[in-house]
């Protein structure tokens, strides 16, 4: 298991920047923006009063030369994201990726809280490989594209808003 921990300051209003994760064309455009091609969204309320935000999109890989023969230079990614808070936060999303091709998943929490005239998004999850053999290196791989491709949604996020 490999865990991830992120975090950002936004500067941008908490409930506008923690909307956008469930607005469909917003999300469209980030996931186009941000390389994504094939792109299905599904949005709605979940049974608590969630929203429920299932995406699966083909995105570019940049794998070391081993996974790269095996997931190739595109994976479809399944992503269901399940966000949860009342205005001016905070904010709870329970987060779960599954590349399609690499034998990992990734589980994990983001928390977004207000920070003055901002907010801050606190990033926690666990890259899991099921493949003993290529498992540390597909853990360390997960761990690092999540932490680059949420690095380029939050820049793209926060630059939109």
């Not at 865990?3 to 409930?15: E, G, P, V």
């Not at 920047?17 to 469909?24: A, G, K, L, M, V």
């Not at 987060?95 to 005239?117: K, Q, W």
Request: glycine share 8%; aromatic share 6%.
């Amino acid at each position: 298991m490999q865990r991830i921990s992120l975090a950002y300051d936004i500067a941008a209003d908490i409930d506008l920047f923690c909307r956008s994760f469930w607005d469909e064309d917003f999300v469209l455009a980030k996931f186009r923006a941000l390389g994504a091609r094939a792109v299905t969204l599904s949005i709605g309320p979940g049974t608590d009063g969630e929203q429920i935000v299932t995406s699966e999109r083909e995105v570019p890989m940049d794998a070391p030369p081993m996974l790269q023969a095996v997931i190739g230079e595109w994976s479809k990614v399944h992503q269901v994201e399940s966000w949860s808070g009342e205005a001016g936060g905070p904010y709870r999303c329970d987060i779960e990726v599954r590349p399609e091709g690499l034998p990992a998943s990734a589980r994990g929490e983001i928390i977004v809280e207000a920070n003055g005239d901002g907010c801050t998004l606190r990033c926690e999850t666990d890259a899991i490989c099921t493949v003993p053999m290529v498992g540390r290196m597909a853990e360390k791989f997960m761990a690092a594209d999540i932490g680059k491709r949420l690095d380029a949604e939050v820049a793209h996020i926060a630059a939109s808003l």
